[in-house]
């Protein structure tokens, strides 16, 4: 049987080219253990297309191996996780933020308190009982008026700080307040998160499209991911060519390279309007999702706010 000229030795020039590679990713992934979100990656090595020696009757039936080769370096990542503590993150960053609030309410009533409004109504009530006992005494009087404006202060001091606390997550009613709103600074940054993600997109595409695989950029994506489901639930859906479809509250935010909307805050009508002042809805398809944001931040706060009614359990218990 013919074999080719130095045919041994580039057998092993493609051993040592496929251990040089593997090396540089072994490199690659040290140098990045403590960046977050990298992903592991990994070398996939298959048997190269073996050479099949002519003969007098045609090519032989017994073909001479060519060693091995780089099929590509690929990620170590599965989506099904991927998408699982997406979820989580979600569910954690509404939990998280929902019960934040809860404990800033309960410092501003700051019961049980020798100092609390329960306190200052006990005193009243015994004010009361003093005066009832002896109606002809002054001091009963004088105590009773004072403990009275007292308990008012109080209550002004109270509903003052729980104001407070409203306006900083929904504002106060004026479109001019909303982007400086905990729900607005939210709101902005999931639109400067869509665009980028939509940007990383299209890098991603331009690699894919010249034959490479972007771990990188995919990596960085996934992140961003990430990132965007604590703020607010999020569905991603895998495409062809690394690309993906982002919805949020059922509305489609990107399709591939393509930012196909964001989000926008627009003056209330409905009747709860006193304790949410605004809806949140699409720019471009103007669909308002702001009952159909399904947890994260975002949806923590408007509960918070008042736009949910029936969250009597659902933050008590993190």
């Keep these: 049987m013919f074999t080719p000229s130095f045919f041994g030795f580039h057998t092993a020039q493609r051993a040592l080219m496929a251990a040089q590679t593997g090396l540089n990713v072994v490199n690659h992934n040290i140098s990045n253990a403590d960046v977050e979100g990298y992903s592991k990656q990994r070398v996939d090595l298959v048997t190269a297309d073996p050479l099949h020696s002519p003969g007098l009757l045609g090519f032989q039936t017994n073909p001479l191996g060519q060693g091995v080769e780089v099929q590509g370096i690929s990620r170590i990542r599965d989506t099904f996780l991927d998408t699982q503590y997406r979820n989580e993150q979600a569910s954690y960053g509404q939990l998280a933020t929902g019960y934040e609030t809860i404990n800033q309410l309960q410092s501003i009533i700051g019961e049980p308190s020798f100092a609390g409004l329960a306190d200052s109504m006990q005193r009243v009530f015994d004010a009361v009982g003093d005066m009832q006992n002896n109606p002809q005494s002054l001091p009963a009087r004088t105590s009773f008026i004072q403990q009275a404006v007292d308990m008012t202060s109080v209550f002004k001091q109270q509903a003052s700080q729980i104001l407070d606390l409203h306006e900083n997550l929904v504002g106060n009613g004026n479109p001019a307040t909303y982007s400086n709103t905990q729900v607005g600074i939210r709101v ?24 490479a695989v972007p771990n990188d950029l995919l990596d960085k994506r996934a992140a961003m991911l990430d990132n965007l489901s604590k703020q607010v639930g999020i569905d ?5 060519n690394f690309q993906i479809t982002l919805n949020i509250g059922g509305e489609e935010m990107i399709r591939g390279s393509k930012l196909r909307d964001t989000l926008s805050m627009v003056p209330s009508t409905l009747a709860n309007a006193d304790r949410v002042p605004f809806r949140i809805q699409t720019v471009n398809s103007t669909v308002d999702i702001t009952d159909t944001i399904p947890s994260g931040e975002v ?9 949910n009614t029936g969250i009597q359990n659902t933050y008590s218990t993190f």
Aim: proline share 0%; aromatic share 0%.
């Design 236 to 240: 991603v859906v895998e495409q062809v």
């Design 188 to 211: 902005n940054d999931i639109n400067d998160q869509l665009k980028t993600i939509a940007g990383l997109n299209r890098q991603i595409s331009t690699v894919v499209s010249s034959g």
């Design 299 to 307: 949806k923590a706060l408007l509960d918070m706010a008042g736009n």
